[in-house]
């Protein structure tokens, strides 16, 4: 069975610091694709970030850095600077490559960034 | 590129009607996946379609039926809504059934049942 847990219903940073929002995972497939999105209160699910299983290197993507450690199945998303519109809900998801078309999320992190 | 597009963006029934949501890809893409969004559940995934031709279900498909009318176009029937259907519907889509494979989304519709 796949799981994906956010522990973190609501986090706050302050303005221009880094914040780390916790996501860890379990699976049986061998291989697996990790991603992040950003769900601001207007409603769109935005796309972040992809980690592949097999990846040697941390994903990272502008502001954005996915702290990867396979051995304790977690998949950290570390915003760096932070920006008043990173406002907004995040949410882990994962998809095995057994289970392909089966996308599981996480319940999501609330994430305010005060000024 | 629009991407996904979803119609409507906000619909109102009343128990026992029936409704269909849009859904559009001009990505090429060929999987496309329906979820539901409740408040503190995160999305859970109704139907989706690996394929133009192929629908298969997801974890809460119960009142719901799909149909994948060609390779952009994915929709979602609502028979006889019920209360419980209250909730926000995305569509998405992937190039294929890759874990490597992103799911982008559409922008969602919003429904609530009286």
Not at chain 1, 22 to 50: A, H, N, R, V
Request: aromatic letters at 12%.
């Amino acid at each position: 069975a796949q799981k994906i847990t956010q522990t973190q219903p609501g986090m706050f940073v302050q303005e221009k610091e880094a914040v780390t929002l916790d996501c860890t995972y379990d699976t049986s497939d061998p291989s697996y694709g990790l991603f992040w999105y950003k769900q601001p209160s207007s409603g769109e699910m935005i796309f972040l970030i992809y980690q592949g299983s097999y990846d040697q290197q941390n994903a990272t993507e502008g502001r954005y850095s996915l702290n990867f450690q396979k051995a304790r199945k977690s998949a950290n998303l570390v915003i760096s600077a932070s920006q008043l519109g990173d406002s907004a809900m995040y949410f882990c998801a994962m998809r095995g490559a057994n289970t392909g078309n089966q996308f599981y999320f996480g319940t999501g992190t609330s994430l305010t960034v005060i000024p | 590129n629009a991407g996904v597009t979803q119609t409507p963006k906000f619909q109102v029934l009343k128990t026992g009607q029936s409704m269909t949501l849009q859904c559009a890809q001009d990505m090429n893409h060929n999987s496309m996946y329906w979820y539901r969004q409740d408040p503190g559940m995160g999305l859970r995934l109704i139907y989706y379609s690996a394929s133009e031709g192929t629908t298969d279900k997801g974890e809460v498909p119960n009142g719901y039926n799909v149909s994948r009318l060609n390779k952009r176009e994915f929709s979602l029937r609502l028979e006889s809504a019920a209360p419980s259907q209250t909730s926000v519907y995305f569509c998405a889509s992937s190039l294929g059934g890759l874990s490597t494979d992103t799911q982008y989304f559409g922008p969602g519709t919003r429904l609530t049942v009286l």
